[in-house]
């Protein structure tokens, strides 16, 4: 599920990103066009994209990730952690119901998607300004099929997609400067995971979008990630997101699984 960048812009500055560009601000022609084009991207490789209206006093809505997470055949809608974004989960709700989807409206404590990664029978949720550790614990006892395993990321990084993403069970994206030394030693010992450096942090260089199949949607910026997934096998295909990354936010951002196929 995806929004288009309809009414987007930068207000209540929420990340480091925001702040650089708050000036700028967002073009929202260029950030329409940006994001047709990713959707037709998805759409030419078999991804079937629902579309959510926008709404005009609804900002942030492009970054549908944030507002839920899908585990299993159950969409989990979000408890957010800012007030900015509540009216948001109502719409998904709505969206849902309508298309009789599968889904469950959490009431714990705080806890948005884009600290969501799946990892097979594990579930990598950060703990942010975002998502607090209360959210897990409570979370847990709703999936009891998968552990939950709760992780801690720096004050400066929004969400951990930001800094963490798994691409496959064994390869990932790490930007290392958002983990203490232990979480980092968990992470790499499990994982092959490609190291992104500050500047490609800055342009969102974990926040790929994996369609299966070795198949990665990436920005053309990150030039140093691109080449080390092409390395490893991967088609990476390029789509420019250059005006909806100034509020902090790339593909995997934009987007929100709610029905996977095992590829």
Known sequence: MVCPPTYMRITNVINETQKFYKDENIDVE????????????????GVKVLSIDPKEELNEQVFTRDIGFTIGDTVYISKMGSEIREHEVELLEEFLKNRNFNYMKLTTPSIEGGDVVLAGDRVWIGISERTTYQAV???????QDRKLMPIPISEDILHLDCAFNLLSEKEGLIYTSAFKQRELDRLMEMYDLIEVSDDEQFTLGTNVFSIGNKTVISLPENKNVNSELRARGYQVIEVEFSEIIKSGGAFRCCTLPIRRTNR
């Not at 260029?30 to 490789?45: G, K, S, Y």
């Not at 614990?137 to 709703?142: F, G, S």
């Open 137 to 143: 614990d409570a979370l847990q006892e709703i999936i």
């Open 30 to 45: 260029i950030a329409n066009r940006q994001h047709e084009q990713f959707v037709r991207t998805l759409e030419e490789h």
